[in-house]
């Protein structure tokens, strides 16, 4: 939790750093400060929290199936990066958002209340008590039945509301 934590604000901070040198160069009339922040908006947005859920779902149904060799893989390889993007994706959109609040505009913080960050939170969640859901059976088997139908929903369920 700690280095979750400590990732999530480090990569936040920088990120707010460079959206602020953007937008301080962008009200001095320099081009390429627009061209920075465009280039991190760019990078992510709450529709990339949906597929990287069905992914991050998927190799957690491996992680709380699998023999112990194989699970151990699946969450080295597989649960551990997706979390680390999605904590890196969340940082970013928030860094750049509290920049823009800084810097004036009041309806930035807004865009933060997107209910699809859910899903970037739902991943971390996981990921922090992943170890927990492969103690019995009865976990094991409730979180291959939540971690599948999580996975076909993101991918199959269009999500509009």
């Known amino acids: 939790m700690n280095r979750t934590l400590a990732t999530f604000l480090l990569i936040g901070v920088l990120t707010g750093l460079l959206a602020a040198l953007s937008l301080a160069l962008e009200i001095k009339g320099y081009g390429f400060g627009r061209l920075g922040l465009q280039r991190l908006d760019g990078l992510a947005n709450a529709t990339t929290f949906i597929p990287l859920a069905a992914l991050y779902a998927f190799a957690a149904t491996l992680v709380v199936t699998a023999p112990i060799g194989a699970a151990a893989f699946a969450h080295a390889n597989g649960t551990t990066p997706i979390h680390t993007t999605a904590l890196t ?3 970013t959109i928030a860094g750049i958002q509290i920049a823009r609040f800084g810097f ?3 309806n ?12 970037g939170a739902a991943i971390i969640a ?3 008590s992943i170890n927990k859901l492969r103690r019995n059976a009865l976990t094991r088997t409730v979180s291959f039945i939540g971690f599948t139908a999580a996975a076909l929903a993101c991918l199959y369920w269009t999500f509009r509301i």
């Open 89 to 91: 994706l969340l940082a």
């Open 104 to 106: 004036g505009n009041a």
């Open 108 to 119: 930035a913080l807004g865009v933060l209340l997107d209910w699809r960050f859910a899903f």
């Open 126 to 128: 996981a990921h922090l």
